[in-house]
């Protein structure tokens, strides 16, 4: 069991919380880690380039000149690779880049990147906290009272458009609902800051064999 303070808006100390080790203390597979980041990164890919092969540019297929008495390169129509204009040799066509990867294996890799971040001290826990509207000198306010910097995540309980709005201004600085917390945020930002609800969770999800 990990013990791990709470801190409040203002960068104080509320209370101690105790996370299971399922949570913050798995050991870390990379092989599964770089798996799952691969893969997340190819489904993002939307696999939409196209080129034209020779037999689908605008032209005659007739021979351009005879084959022999020219003095030239014997050569067919128009739409050779070779010429200006023509088609394109081996040229990329529509097609998926979808890797499937077991639901078990994406679990296992969020746990180890979010050990990770747990053992490095690169994640902070944060009291449930909402804004009266959106206003980016408060999240500013909570970053620096927090000593953070670089790029950050907050991982939240449950939607807020107000902290949504108020971060969006500031780069590097994001958020996600704790359901929508993919492997790929938790290794791109520098540092995570998880609130309360957050954090329980997360680590229920982590508990449950299941995994939902």
Same mark, same amino acid.
């Given at each position: ?12 100390? /509320?209370?101690?919380?105790? /996370?299971?080790? &399922? $949570? %913050? ?5 990379? @092989?599964? +880690? ?22 689908? +540019? ?11 008495? %020219?003095? !030239? ?14 088609? +394109? @040799? $081996? ?6 880049? !979808?890797?499937? %990867?077991?639901?078990? +294996?994406?679990?296992?890799? /969020?746990?180890?990147?979010? &050990?990770?971040? $747990? ?10 906290f909402n804004l009266e509207r959106p206003r980016t000198k408060d999240i500013?306010?909570?970053?620096? &009272?927090?000593?953070?910097?670089g790029k950050v995540l907050f991982v939240l309980g449950e939607h807020s458009?107000?902290?949504?709005? &108020?971060?969006? *201004? ?11 917390? *993919? ?22 999800? $982590? %508990? ?5």
């Open positions: 069991m990990a013990t791990l303070n709470v801190h409040n808006r203002s960068g104080e100390v /509320l209370h101690e919380k105790v /996370l299971a080790d &399922s $949570f %913050t203390n798995v050991e870390i597979n990379n @092989a599964v +880690v770089h798996q799952c980041v691969v893969a997340y990164l190819a489904n993002q890919r939307r696999g939409t380039a196209s080129t034209k092969k020779r037999s689908e +540019v605008t032209g005659s297929g007739r021979k351009l000149y005879r084959q022999k008495g %020219t003095g !030239r390169a014997r050569v067919g129509d128009a739409g050779s690779p070779i010429r200006v204009h023509g088609g +394109v @040799a $081996f040229g990329p066509k529509p097609r998926s880049y !979808r890797q499937n %990867t077991p639901k078990q +294996v994406r679990l296992l890799g /969020l746990k180890s990147a979010i &050990s990770d971040r $747990f053992q490095n001290d690169q994640c902070l826990l944060i009291e449930d500013i306010s909570i970053l620096n &009272s927090l000593n953070l910097d458009p107000n902290i949504h709005l &108020s971060l969006r *201004n500031i780069p590097k600085v994001n958020c996600c609902t704790w359901n929508m917390l *993919n492997i790929y945020e938790v290794l791109w930002h520098d540092n995570l800051v998880i609130t309360e609800s957050a954090a329980e969770k997360l680590q229920e999800k $982590f %508990t449950d064999p299941e995994g939902e």
